[in-house]
């Protein structure tokens, strides 16, 4: 079984532009949660996705933006980059489903942001 | 509020020797708690979770953790660590009861990066 792919691994942007990044879970995993990791702030959950609609925020302007389509495959939208969006974003991917106790989530290699 | 903290930030061990990585965390109540394992330049990799039920967890690669609630921690132990175990350690708590009872909000702690010595 294929393991959560990312795609780009790496991105180089400047200041003020958006960037989209791209998650595809696990296959029959219909949760896709997002993450970024800084050294300074450590990993930082951003927001997660299950079945098309987000039902769990992090504390993150409004800047960051994400979406789920029908295929379970997720995208997250950076506008307005800033110097400070400059981190490892992973992805990671779990069934979703209530009350289970091997929803766990599985983690894709990141996608390396580098804001100039 | 919810926390997750990692006392030590970078621990040296010998190869060969014991380990044991330190997790305590702030929560309303009994969460989900994890380990993950991070090498340089990749994703995360579980090594063992805790739901329910025996207090000792065994993971892979040689990892077990304890959950002691009287001391809200969950610290990771190997009784022998090898050089390819060099990483960076994370401690994770997930809500034991949500919305969908899923763990896509876990609260990390900020990470134990572990140095083996030959």
């Known amino acids: 079984k294929a393991g959560v792919t990312q795609t780009p691994r790496y991105l180089i942007k400047t200041r003020g532009q958006q960037v989209t990044l791209s998650c595809s879970p696990i296959s029959g995993h219909r949760s896709v949660s997002w993450y970024q990791q800084t050294p300074g702030q450590g990993l930082q959950f951003l927001f997660e996705y299950f079945s098309e609609t987000q039902r769990n925020k992090g504390n993150f302007p409004g800047r960051f933006s994400g979406r789920q389509f029908s295929n379970s495959r997720s995208e997250m939208n950076v506008s307005t980059l800033e110097l400070g969006d400059s981190a490892l974003y992973l992805c990671?991917?779990?069934?979703?489903?209530?009350?289970?106790?091997?929803?766990?989530?599985?983690f894709g290699p990141g996608t390396r942001l580098t804001v100039l | 509020a919810q926390s997750v903290t990692q006392p030590d930030i970078h621990i040296t061990v010998s190869e060969g020797a014991s380990l044991e990585l330190r997790c305590n965390y702030s929560y309303g109540a009994t969460p989900y708690l994890f380990w993950y394992v991070q090498s340089p330049g990749q994703g995360l990799q579980l090594l063992l979770k805790y739901f329910s039920g025996d207090t000792l967890v065994q993971g892979i690669k040689g990892f077990e953790a304890e959950f002691k609630r009287s001391q809200s921690s969950f610290n990771l132990r190997k009784p022998s660590v090898h050089w390819s175990d060099a990483a960076e350690y994370f401690c994770a708590v997930g809500p034991h009861e949500n919305y969908g009872g899923s763990q896509g909000n876990l609260i990390f702690g900020k990470g134990t990066k572990l140095s083996v010595k030959p």
């Open positions: 990671a991917s779990s069934s979703g489903l209530a009350g289970s106790s091997t929803d766990t989530q599985y």
